[in-house]
């Protein structure tokens, strides 16, 4: 069964913050450690810094089924034709059912119709399951570099819209 996708709003956001500190902790945490997870999660994810991305600017799409169970988030950068995937996260119960899927291909639409022409992410190094999903999703390595502030190296990553 495929999940909705729909714009997050801001009734969501303490799902889209469950999901987050579930999906950090199993992805993240045996990378960086328990203490660089908690700054992640108090930086970007507290709700002030969730509301900024419903701006309409923002492709900030979630996964429902009865529940928020995924989320993804994409903006322009300063050259509109090209989106950053900051963000996409399943709760790691659901990871392999293509919920993830789902919202890589919702993001990539929302932003080619916005005037995308081309995403670019990261992912860390270590995390062969992100590494192995967007590769196989057709985004080619462009590029790494060493993040001093988690000690780690990030792939750059990148498709045509």
């Known amino acids: 069964m495929a999940a909705e996708i729909r714009p997050a709003r801001s009734t969501d956001l303490p799902a889209v913050q469950r999901v987050a500190r579930a ?40 996964a429902v089924e009865d529940r928020v169970v995924g989320f993804a988030v994409a903006g322009p950068t300063d050259d509109p034709t090209t989106y950053v995937l900051g963000r996409i996260y399943v709760d790691p119960d659901r990871w392999g059912e293509g919920i993830g899927q789902q919202l890589l291909q919702d993001v990539q639409r929302r932003a080619r119709e916005r005037g995308g022409e081309r995403m670019r992410l990261g992912v860390m190094a270590e995390n062969d399951r992100a590494v192995c999903f967007y590769e196989a999703a057709g985004y080619e390595r462009v590029g790494e570099r060493v993040d001093e502030r988690i000690g780690t190296t990030t792939y750059e990553y990148e498709r045509p819209l």
């Open 23 to 62: 999906a950090w902790y199993a992805a993240h945490e045996p990378i960086i450690g328990e203490e660089s997870v908690e700054e992640f999660l108090a930086e970007y994810y507290s709700r002030a810094a969730l509301e900024e991305r419903l701006d309409g600017e923002t492709v900030f799409p979630v």
